[in-house]
């Protein structure tokens, strides 16, 4: 941030500033649209079984808890913080419910427990980054190795089976009437939600504040480390949701569920125009990268493509999108600092 | 054994044995295979009723395991000599999200059936039963799963690869001393089950103690991390089990490389013949154990075919035929396993037969 940006007053500022960021932002998710039509010709193009309702079923179904992931990461991203726990605390969710079912509690009860559980593992993140001012990237890697390890406490190597079967159709039978996976019609619900809380109300627009100019944000009486601290709780308590979702698609509870998940969620965030260092990003770019993710998943599977070239293909989209967002930020800014100097 | 599992006489089941034995031995392709005599009574009918462009889909643990590479190529050659064809597919990381995709993709291409190697014994059930409700028949293989209807190819049985390993060992250390066992993932369902007979036999050795069992989650890297903390918590260990093909190559290079340990320390397990030739000849490992996973993979083939065609079923007794392997009998369920069949008895190898496999 240059310093002339820094005395201006923010009320000055925020026209300014706003403006190219938001134009930059349509683009992107211009790009993003064209991206999705593309991965779908291509399927179609590729393999004959692509175009069927089936695919929207299982698209929705694999990605379905990844994308409810997403959403709150988005705004945490936003604000330049990460939460890299995401997929641990799916994990210890589906091992909590599987603990406390196998042990005689309701299923319905159980899950209360869990999401409680899933808000505690937030507010932990929340406090060691607010409170004492750690790193939400070494918090995070802490945390995911620490609730993965207390899921492996609670449940060993055992797994538990056994939920209603009217809970576990889930994974199974599509939303009656449509196509759609529950755990995508959720998501599509939790992003309408998400969207019009990030991009059409005070709270929204201190989060884009907080990342754009933490300090600024500060001083113009924005609560940061409060909006931060319930950002993570929300998280960890979305994921906790996320987890119990997982446990009843696979019917299974085990502590290792959704292992590694987290690296697909923070690839859908920054795909989704999300910038890294924060102040950046849209719901609807991560619906898009929710959509283009997972149709190039499920159309390389279908052309049966090494999961190995799945894999560069995945972090190749994770480069790129980290990549062209910061070129085209970078010119810009190396623009303005040449026209500035002449 | 096999033929006592099968309910027929022994004595007709041996006589027929040796008849098979013999017919391999003069079939100039399959005299090596240690899982011929697998197959148990019945005619060698040749392959009837099988339709042809069967598509199958294999889906192993993972696509990198050379061991399921073997067996995933043994699955081809059975679709090839019957016209059909083999798509191999799944994840690179051995767990059950990884796997579902390919469910999904055999389900959308219409398969025939699916040979499946599950990573977790029950989340995989929904998704096998989209696939049954889409009229794909299931065959496991490698690592058995909990859905209904199903056929399980046993690759040996599992009480025989349990206490046949400790007897290995026992052999080699005079049945006396502290010993441990390297296996898989701590969820693997197979290795599980062998640990479990493994536990059964050694109340036969009293002076012998298993101290630790450690998982190195088929992965050399882990397996390696784990080894070592295994040598320096327990400095007098007298053997160690792998019974898993990544742990016993790994803690075989170690060991070769550390020849001093080798002075206290045996080490045996389930390995691939390619892999421990050279351990083997250069004295680190005496003897290991394993099946063919050619054969392995061979025989889940042509279950699968015969399954899509309606020439095999799933109830006890009932036979179908499985080419060069000649004829199987599907065996009664029993405990949490369900319709089955066996391949073999486990093979021994050392320095005197490794070098005749070459998988």
Known sequence: MSSDQMTAPVATRAPVQVQPVWRSVVRWETALVFLVIATIIFGAQENEHFLNTTTLFFVGLNMGEIAIMALPLTLIVVTGEIDLSVASMLGLSSTLLGYLYQHGWSIWLAMVAVLVVGAAGGALNGFLVTRLGLPSIAVTIGTLTLFRGVAEIILGTDSVGGYPQSLTNVGVIPIPGTQLAYSFGIFLVLAMVYGVVLHATPVGRSVFAIGLQSEAAYFSGIRVNRIKFLLFVLSGLVCAFAGILWTLRFATSRYDAGTGLELTVVTIVLLGGVSIFGGRGSILGVVLAVVIVGCLQEVLTLMTVDAQVQNIITGGLLLVSVILPNTAEGLRRFRARVRRRA | ?359
């Open chain 2, 1 to 359: 054994m096999v033929h006592l599992r099968t309910g027929r006489g022994a004595g007709a089941a041996a006589g027929l044995t040796a008849v098979l034995l013999l017919a391999a031995a003069c079939s100039s392709s399959s005299t090596s295979t240690p899982a011929a005599s697998g197959g148990s009574g019945g005619t060698s009918a040749s392959p009837t009723g099988v339709k042809k462009g069967l598509v199958v889909y294999f889906i192993p643990k993972d696509t990198q395991n050379p061991y399921e590479v073997i067996a995933d190529k043994g699955g081809t050659d059975a679709l090839t000599e019957l016209g059909g064809k083999v798509v191999v597919s799944s994840g690179t990381a051995d767990t059950a999200a990884a796997q579902i995709p390919s469910i999904q993709a055999a389900i959308q291409a219409h398969a025939d059936a699916i040979v499946i190697a599950a990573n977790d014994p029950a989340a995989l059930c929904p998704s096998l039963a989209q696939a049954e409700a889409a009229g794909i028949k299931v065959v496991a293989f490698d690592s058995d799963n909990t859905c209904p209807n199903h056929l399980f190819i046993n690759q040996a049985n599992t009480e025989q690869i349990g206490t046949s390993e400790v007897d290995l060992l026992a052999k080699e250390i005079n049945s006396t001393g502290q010993i441990a066992i390297l296996s898989a993932a701590a969820t693997a369902t197979n290795q599980n089950a062998w640990i479990g007979y493994m536990k059964q036999q050694l109340a036969k050795y009293p002076n012998m103690k298993l101290v630790s069992t450690v998982y190195g989650n088929d992965d050399p890297a882990t397996s390696l991390t784990v080894l070592q903390g295994l040598l320096s918590a327990y400095p007098n260990l007298a053997g160690i089990i792998s019974p898993t093909t990544v742990g016993i190559s790994t803690a075989a290079q170690y060991l070769d490389t550390h020849k001093d340990l080798l002075k206290h320390l045996h080490l045996t397990g389930l390995g691939l013949p390619s892999q421990m030739k050279a351990y083997v000849h250069s004295g680190t490992v005496k003897e290991f154990e394993l099946w063919n996973p050619s054969d392995l993979g061979y025989l889940a083939g042509y279950a699968a075919a015969d399954l899509a065609s309606g020439t095999a079923k799933l109830d006890t007794g009932s036979t179908f035929d499985a080419g060069k392997l000649k004829t199987y009998t599907v065996l009664a369920p029993a405990g949490t396993t369900g319709p089955s069949v066996i391949l073999g008895p486990p093979f021994v190898f050392n320095a005197s037969n490794v070098d005749q496999f070459n998988f």
